[in-house]
């Protein structure tokens, strides 16, 4: 009986209404218009980079938006929580930036010149890979290496798993974005595999992604059954977990 009832509830809830996500996610309009306001408050001219039609989980509390190095070309947003989840939003910028301290002329040169030379961490492999090798999560790590030279970087590490190399990477060197192009393990249109996990079982069902995903992203699925959409993570090729 207690089996029957788990798998009910298991049901249930791949069969929300899309509805529901809409009310329980959070747009990428809705991030955007946060790093905006943060931008505006440190007056930063700048757009985020982000799909606005794209939605996240919804987070109890308030993003926290900082930049992931020196300067604001990069930020990362997190929230908090029992559900905590973090990304990486890149800005495209209408003027240079102000908020680095480095190049910000009320800092006496003396300090600016050594914040020059400060060490931040930033993504690498612990592996030299090829050309056409994918980066998976037992090949990432953290590396340090000074301000100056942190640009074009990943500074999050989890933002290279799934990603296909372009070129040779040496291990134990920083990750250019143009060293890599994007693998997405699951296309628009792609037939995949739902996994919901239970207290105490798991269901599968099959369902058709409605965009395109990389390890670790959130994309919308439509229930094949039912015919919702539900609001899931990339974790495999093909495979996503709610």
């Known amino acids: 009986m207690a089996r029957s009832l788990?798998?009910?509830?298991?049901?249930?809830?791949?069969?929300?209404?899309?509805?529901?996500?809409?009310?329980?996610?959070?747009?990428?309009?809705?991030?955007?218009?946060a790093i905006q306001h943060t931008l505006t408050l440190n007056n930063i001219s700048a757009t985020p980079i982000i799909n606005e039609k794209k939605l996240f989980p919804k987070c109890a509390n308030k993003l926290s938006i900082n930049p992931s190095y020196g300067n604001w070309k990069t930020v990362s947003v997190t929230c908090q929580g029992n559900a905590p989840w973090k990304i990486t939003v890149r800005n495209k910028f209408s003027a240079p930036a102000k908020a680095s301290n480095i190049a910000n002329p009320s800092v006496p040169k003396t300090q600016r010149t050594i914040q020059l030379f400060d060490e931040v961490k930033v993504a690498a492999i612990t592996r030299s890979i090829r050309r056409g090798d994918v980066i998976t999560p037992a090949d990432v790590t953290e590396i340090k290496i000074p301000v100056n030279k942190a640009t074009d970087i990943f500074p999050n590490y989890k933002d290279l798993i799934g990603r296909?190399?372009?070129?040779?990477?040496?291990?134990?060197?920083?990750?250019?974005?143009?060293?890599?192009?994007?693998?997405?393990?699951?296309?628009?249109?792609?037939?995949?595999?739902i996994i919901h996990h239970g207290k105490h079982i798991s269901v599968q069902?099959?369902?058709v992604a409605l965009e395109n995903g990389q390890y670790?992203?959130?994309?919308?699925?439509?229930?094949?059954?039912?015919?919702?959409?539900?609001l899931a993570k990339v974790i495999a090729e093909k495979k996503v977990t709610i």
């Open 6 to 33: 788990a798998i009910i509830i298991a049901l249930i809830c791949l069969t929300t209404p899309s509805k529901l996500f809409a009310e329980t996610g959070l747009s990428g309009k809705s991030v955007k218009e």
């Open 164 to 193: 296909r190399a372009k070129t040779t990477i040496k291990a134990l060197t920083p990750v250019f974005s143009r060293q890599l192009e994007t693998n997405f393990m699951i296309e628009e249109n792609m037939q995949v595999t």
């Open 216 to 230: 670790g992203d959130w994309i919308n699925v439509k229930n094949s059954k039912s015919g919702r959409i539900i």
């Open 205 to 207: 069902m099959e369902g």
